[in-house]
């Protein structure tokens, strides 16, 4: 099955023996892997260093090194790296050691191209459902968030999407919080002939510099205080696919230099470790944020920001498709009263005027947010506007600064939205400028 399309992977062979080596790299080159050999421990452990690998076959009698000693110093080095220890029919009780020290499998030889063939697919195909096991868990979870759309204006953002999926340029997603940014994305990952690869999700706003770099980048051994152990970045999970810099506005300024560096020329170094490593990655990135105002500020670099909006995509407020918002109620609605086994099926007219009225300052996930709850305490077959909780201090007109407020409801309605807009309390009260407790308090007060 010479350079099947499907065969995608990188192999280390470490044998001591060279026609074995030879013999091994001739039938996984003609089956489309990537190969690698090394015929001491040494120099496995030096080719770690410079390349990634999925799957490992190791000599249990390498020499004079102990395969035993040998696995345990590359399960370290690489952990998500699997290794297949390869053995003597003398030796197959030293093989279930190593199974127990951490190997996934065994291979005596001598053996058939075939089951050479076969051991590498299962392992590989283990290591990329591993690989993408968070990321379709994600998917399980969530309903699509509204890529089907009856507004014009949004429809042509989809549409421009879809013509430059097919590229590899960068593309720059704006929108208002909530508006479907994320989903854009994996959207656009899905369009593209990078599809089967990885897609990668950083959220930006959620770690310091130093932990944003080990997480782009990964790290080594000993970087740093509690690396106990190597670990792939983002950047290498996603070779080949794409990486989704979610809210790049809050992109530490101090590592821009460097994120700049791995989008021009592809290049990057782990934390702790100075090999240089390359990578194929199409960068996506998205921002509620005015990046042209923080780069007049000091606050973002031009230049990224200019290898990050080869192609911008803005996506509109849900106030400015409200014909979608029926569309989206009823699509949230099926899904939650399934998930959760409840017994409302519809909206009564009443409900259906408020979804429609109100202003929806967290766009379709503030939608989202108020459907999940209604669908919970609702305990007919007719949602009614009691149940949405969308008060009249935080319909269309009253939620305005210069409206006819008191300072009190005005606090209310802002809070409301903060809360319906932000993915955990701690974020919120982060962006309001108080701490959780105040933000439980306020929330008791006002009945939120």
């Known amino acids: 099955m010479p350079n099947s399309p499907n065969n995608s992977g990188r192999i280390l062979l470490v044998d001591d023996e060279a026609a ?4 091994f790299r001739y039938c996984l080159e003609d089956s489309g892997y990537q190969v690698a050999t090394a015929s001491s421990a040494a120099q ?3 080719l770690l260093q410079r390349q990634v690998f999925d799957l490992c076959f190791l000599d249990l009698r390498l020499g004079e090194d102990d395969g035993l000693e040998v696995l345990q110093r590359l399960r370290v080095q690489a952990p998500w790296m699997r290794v297949v220890i390869v053995t003597a029919h003398s030796a197959v009780d030293s093989a279930v050691d190593a199974i127990q020290a951490g190997a996934a499998d065994y291979l005596v030889k001598p053996c058939s191209p075939e089951q050479l063939r076969l051991a590498a697919a299962k392992q590989l195909e283990v290591r990329q459902l591993a690989a993408r096991l968070e990321a379709l868990e994600g998917q399980m979870k969530r309903t699509q968030d509204g890529l089907d759309s009856h507004s014009p204006a949004f429809m042509a953002v989809l549409e421009t999407a879809r013509q430059v999926a097919a590229t590899d340029a960068n593309i720059l997603i ?6 479907g940014k994320g989903e854009l994305a ?3 990952h899905g369009w593209s002939r990078r599809a089967r690869k990885p897609f990668a999700t950083i959220n930006c706003p959620s770690l310091t510099t130093e932990l944003m770099e080990s997480e782009l980048f990964g790290h080594s051994r000993g970087a ?11 950047v290498s999970q996603a070779d080949g696919g794409t990486l989704f810099l979610d809210e790049i506005g809050d992109f530490p300024l101090p590592l821009q230099p460097k994120l700049l560096r791995f989008i021009q020329d592809k290049e990057y170094e782990r934390v702790g470790d100075p090999v240089t490593r390359q990578a194929d990655v199409r960068i996506l990135a998205a921002t509620n944020l005015d990046l042209d ?3 007049r500020e000091g606050r973002f670099r031009e230049d990224l920001l200019y290898r990050l909006n080869v192609i911008t995509l803005k996506l509109p407020p849900l106030r400015e498709r409200r014909e979608d918002v029926m569309t989206l109620a009823e699509r949230f609605l099926a899904h939650f009263v399934s998930e959760y086994g409840r017994p409302a099926r519809a909206f009564s007219s009443e409900a259906l005027a408020t979804l429609q009225d109100y202003h929806w300052p967290g766009n379709v996930r503030e939608l989202r947010n108020v459907i999940e709850r209604a669908s919970i305490i609702c305990p007919g077959t007719e949602i009614e506007p009691t149940h949405l909780g969308l008060t009249p201090s935080t319909t269309d007109n009253a939620a305005r600064v210069g409206a006819a407020l008191s300072l009190e409801e005005l606090e209310k309605a802002h809070i409301a939205a903060m809360l319906a807009t932000s993915p955990t309390l701690e974020q919120a009260a982060s962006t309001l400028g108080i701490d959780v407790s105040t933000l439980y308090r306020k929330r008791k007060q006002y009945g939120l």
Request: charged fraction near 25%; glycine fraction near 14%; aromatic fraction near 4%.
């Open 44 to 46: 496995a452990e030096t």
């Open 20 to 23: 074995i080596l030879r013999t």
């Open 224 to 234: 740093f205080t509690g690396a106990s152990e190597s670990t792939l970045g983002r």
């Open 174 to 179: 704006l929108g208002e919080s909530g508006t």
């Open 186 to 188: 994996r959207a656009i």
């Open 293 to 295: 105002d923080m780069v």
